[in-house]
């Protein structure tokens, strides 16, 4: 367990992407820079000497050499050569005061997406969403829609893009499941219980409370039912048969029969990073927890 502190600096931790157990970095607010941007060595957690944005909020990378990460709100997207830190470009959404990007990622180097929102005291709120091709950032163009999309998933089955997003209402949040498909903005899911958009191996799976679903045939069908469990929603995995998600006591494992909490805590987990023996957890208060695989 390590526990990231920079006296008396104020900072959070959102997302977590590394190459290996030795080459980690993970993003968050901060009152300042320097402590929004931090990486891992295999041995120790740095904050790094590079001022970006004090609003870093995703990262997402390929390899070493190749790492994006972007700022909400700001607009501002960063580019890691393995070397240093680049700022490859300042993108406020044309006619909104703020441009919130939320969430990076992509399945492929040439083809990335950011999910995000602008927002205007006139306007209100209108959903936006970015792609990296042809080495260049630019505006998807979106039908209209006011919802705040907060991750961006590719499905490798059906070609199309799934988004996890939230509504304000007056009455509340509606936790809301989007589907895009090149022409149309589709709503999956609405409504008060939150939801999330999840990928293992490009695959989407959706988690509605206890539930994981997949998208068939233009509806969800429940894929895994862990009612009576302690299992509360995400998926992060190596696998459909081993894979990780978010436990009412901790952190849960499926190991293709049966879901067991691994790791007992009462830390709420923001992220996870599933690598091939290793998996490191993001938890509040700026924790990270590092688990190894037993050789059995």
Known sequence: VDTLTSPPNLFYLFSLWGSSPTNLWAVGPADESVNSLWHYDGHTWKKTTQRLSSNLVSIYGFDSTDIWTCDSPGGDI?????????????????????????????????????????????????????????????????????????????????????????????????????????????????????????????????????????????????WKDFTGTTYIGRVWGRSEKDFFGVASNGLAHYNGSDLKTIYTTDLFIDDLLVMEKDIFMLCENRIIIHGKLKNE
């Open 78 to 222: 960063f580019h890691y050569n393995g070397a240093s830190w680049t700022k490859t470009g300042f993108f406020p959404y044309p006619g909104y005061s703020l441009t919130y990007l939320n969430n990076i990622w992509g399945p492929a180097p040439n083809e990335i997406y950011i999910a995000g929102v602008a927002w205007d005291q006139t306007k209100g709120s209108i959903a936006i969403l970015m792609q990296y091709n042809a080495n260049q950032w630019s505006f998807v163009n979106l039908p209209p829609t006011n919802s705040s999309l907060i991750w961006v998933r590719k499905s490798i089955e059906d070609n199309n893009l799934y988004f996890t997003a939230v509504e304000y209402i007056t009455t509340g949040t509606l936790f809301k499941i989007l589907l895009y498909d090149r022409k149309n903005i589709i709503e999956i899911y609405s409504g008060s219980e939150p939801a999330t958009v999840n990928e293992i191996n490009k695959k989407i799976f959706i988690t509605l409370g206890k539930k994981i679903h997949k998208y068939i045939n233009d509806k969800l069908e429940v």
